[in-house]
């Protein structure tokens, strides 16, 4: 029979860990170097840019970090602060309200144009530019742009409305908060759907053609087919669209700040945060409400993705 010093591979597994352990190459480790090199400065980017930034901004949340002069550390009061804050929860109050008025019409109407782009019927792609090009340009540029069209002299929406005969005379748009909500929420769904548009339609085009073939044998409507097909099959990519919407919704600034910026109870918790930190020079406090806002859209994320998740990840 012999014995393990007898047979030179049997005494290499037995120092190895035994029969069933498999021996570690070479080559193998040297991939696994190779490997760690190649990710290595993704990885330092992560740190310097991400994590270390984060940690520093833990510590200032922690101090009464003033924008100029010395700073004190000061624990956990500036989070304690934060829960007798009216006009800090007054600003979370808007941004709820405010995100669940244009996240469904986003959604919606990105899902129309990505279904219109899908039948590709007759001027699918010049829909598919009006509602894309926004996002191209920029929010900044789009809210400035309707700045001056929102004037209520000179502006072109008072005119196109008025040959609409909807409105009789001019209106100020920004002065007021329910039609400033308004015309800000209608710039935002114009501007964000069609992000929506493109990360659905790149779904459905994934989906095998044979289901709807299959379904048409079957006799089933357009209804029954993306209830039982489309849908299922995008829950991966609607729920990249809701979270991109939801987090930009909840990180509104910019159209705000340009078209609203003197109308007070239209403050976001960004714009909250701002003038926490450059208005009233408060910058250890405005770095707590900005970790706390950290931690809530990470929740919501995380929710999402439970909710959202196909089947085979369970």
């Known amino acids: 029979m012999g014995t393990v010093a007898d047979k030179p591979h049997l005494a290499l597994r037995a120092r190895r860990g035994g029969p069933g352990r498999p021996v570690r190459s070479a080559q193998s480790r040297r991939a696994s170097r190779t490997g760690a090199l190649l990710v290595s400065p993704a990885v330092a980017l992560v740190v310097v840019f991400?994590?270390?930034?984060?940690?520093?901004?833990?510590?200032?949340?922690?101090?009464?970090w003033p924008l100029l002069g010395p700073y004190h550390f000061v624990g956990l009061a500036n989070y304690k602060q934060l829960l007798h804050d009216s006009g800090f929860k007054h600003s979370v109050v808007f941004t709820l309200t405010y995100t669940a008025i244009v996240t469904p019409p986003i959604f919606i109407v990105g899902?129309?144009?990505?279904?219109?782009?899908?039948?590709?019927?007759?001027?699918?792609?010049?829909?598919?530019?009006?509602?894309?090009?926004?996002?191209?340009?920029?929010?900044?540029?789009?809210?400035?742009?309707?700045?001056i069209e929102l004037q209520p002299n000179s502006g072109g929406v008072d005119f196109l409305l008025s040959k609409l005969g909807i409105v009789s005379d001019s209106h100020a748009w920004t002065v007021n908060q329910t039609s400033a909500l308004i015309a800000?929420?209608?710039?935002?769904?114009?501007?964000?759907?069609?992000?929506?548009?493109?990360?659905?339609t790149g779904g459905m085009q994934?989906?095998?053609?044979?289901?709807?073939?299959?379904?048409?044998?079957?006799?089933?409507s357009w209804w029954a087919k993306e209830w039982r097909i489309t849908l299922p099959m995008?829950?991966?990519?609607?729920?990249?669209?809701?979270i991109i919407s939801i987090i930009g919704s909840?990180?509104?600034?910019?159209?705000?700040?340009?078209?609203?910026?003197?109308?007070?109870?239209?403050?976001?918790?960004?714009?909250?945060?701002?003038?926490?930190?450059?208005?009233r020079f408060q910058v250890g406090y405005?770095?707590?409400?900005?970790?706390?806002?950290?931690?809530v859209i990470a929740l919501i994320t995380s929710a999402q993705f439970l909710l959202l998740r196909d089947d085979t990840e369970l």
């Not at 994934?206 to 089933?220: H, R, W």
């Not at 405005?286 to 931690?295: F, K, N, P, S």
């Open 50 to 64: 991400v994590l270390f930034p984060l940690g520093y901004a833990v510590y200032i949340s922690l101090t009464n």
């Open 111 to 147: 899902y129309g144009l990505a279904a219109l782009l899908r039948a590709n019927r007759f001027g699918s792609k010049v829909f598919r530019t009006i509602f894309f090009l926004p996002f191209v340009v920029g929010l900044s540029t789009v809210s400035f742009m309707f700045e």
């Open 184 to 200: 800000i929420s209608v710039i935002v769904v114009w501007f964000a759907s069609g992000l929506t548009m493109l990360i659905l």
């Open 206 to 220: 994934s989906i095998p053609q044979e289901l709807y073939e299959a379904a048409d044998v079957d006799g089933a």
């Open 234 to 242: 995008l829950r991966r990519s609607i729920a990249l669209a809701l």
């Open 250 to 279: 909840f990180l509104a600034f910019n159209q705000f700040y340009i078209l609203a910026q003197n109308n007070v109870g239209l403050e976001t918790v960004v714009e909250w945060i701002y003038q926490t930190a450059f208005t």
């Open 286 to 295: 405005a770095t707590a409400m900005a970790i706390c806002l950290v931690v």
